[in-house]
Every structure is written in structure tokens, then in C-alpha cells.
């Protein structure tokens, strides 16, 4: 099996470092503004990435877990997840550069994802999950096959019971 998480608004909470355009999409240029080290570990876990934490500690070795994030990764982002217990088998971003739309993008990082450990992508896909806030995201997997789930109903409910 093949377990693959987003981290913003997935399994982590860097709102504070976003902002959209008028037309409901991010403003790439104000996220790398506020895409700095200190900026970064103002960011905090989600209750799916608390979740995922724990899971993680103890997770079957047969499985696979990687994170595929839009994410230009930096030295900051991979403290981050060692500082709070995301250790990944592979983290697959955006390389520097890179203005591709996040299906473009996420798609390509994980066709190149399958011929680098040497499995057709259509079988990685098949027995892939995947977890993503991005509704485009999951609409264009989930056409592979892929079982795709949003992240929002589970971290509302727990944040909400978590403040009560």
C-alpha cells in the first residue's frame, strides 16, 4: 500500500502564511514572501497530522509513506516535519522554479515518483491513497483509481472537540 499526504491545510496549518487572489487561488507571491524559517515553524499540526504522527511510529513496513506537497521544500520545511514526527519515506515538491498548477505538478512528482523505484505508474496508482485538501487534486486522481480523501471534515471535527 501506498499512503500519500499533502501538508498544507492537510496535515499541517500554515494559514498564516496565505493569502488568494481574487479569483479564490493562492498568491504565490505573498506565500514565498512568508515562506521563511521563522514563518515556517510558526506552522503547526493538524489533527490528521497528530494523527498521522502517531501512526507513523508504528506504521507496517510494507507500506509506503510519502508526502507530495506544492511546497518549494527548504532546510526549515524538513526541520519542521522532523521537529513534530513526520518522518516520510520520501517527500516529493515543487523544485525551485516551478509555476506549475498543483495537478501538473503533483502528477508529474509522482509519475517521476513510479520510474524511479521501477513500478508502472498505473500499478502505483492502484493501490494508492491519498489525502488532499485541493478538490482538483483528488477529482484528477481519483481518476487513476486512486482513493482520494478530504482532510477538512476529519479536522474540523477534531479541532472543534479538541477546543471543547
Not at 493562492?26 to 514565498?32: A, P
Not at 498543483?102 to 524511479?116: F, I, P, S
Not at 483509481?145 to 479541532?159: A, I, L, M, Q, T
Request: net charge negative; proline share 4%; glycine share 4%.
Amino acid at each position: 500500500m501506498l499512503y500519500i499526504f499533502d501538508l498544507d491545510l492537510t496535515l499541517i496549518c500554515s494559514r498564516h502564511r496565505q493569502a488568494t487572489l481574487p479569483d479564490g487561488t493562492l498568491d504565490l507571491d505573498h506565500w514565498i514572501e512568508n515562506n521563511t524559517p521563522e514563518k515556517i515553524m510558526q506552522d503547526s499540526l493538524l489533527p490528521l497530522g497528530r494523527q498521522i504522527r502517531e501512526y507513523l511510529k508504528q506504521a507496517p513496513k510494507h507500506r509506503t509513506h510519502i508526502a507530495c506537497t506544492a511546497r518549494f521544500m527548504q532546510d526549515a520545511d524538513h526541520d519542521f516535519l522532523q521537529a513534530h514526527g513526520l518522518e516520510f519515506d520520501s517527500i516529493l515538491s515543487r523544485p525551485a522554479g516551478c509555476s506549475d498548477s498543483d495537478v501538473t505538478l503533483k502528477d508529474r512528482l509522482l509519475r517521476d515518483y513510479a520510474e524511479e523505484i521501477r513500478v508502472p505508474f498505473a500499478r502505483l496508482m492502484s493501490y494508492a491513497h491519498f489525502w488532499d485538501d485541493n478538490e482538483k487534486i483528488r477529482k484528477h486522481f481519483t481518476t487513476y483509481g486512486v482513493s482520494c480523501y478530504n482532510p477538512y471534515k476529519f479536522n474540523d471535527r477534531y479541532s472543534k472537540e479538541n477546543a471543547a
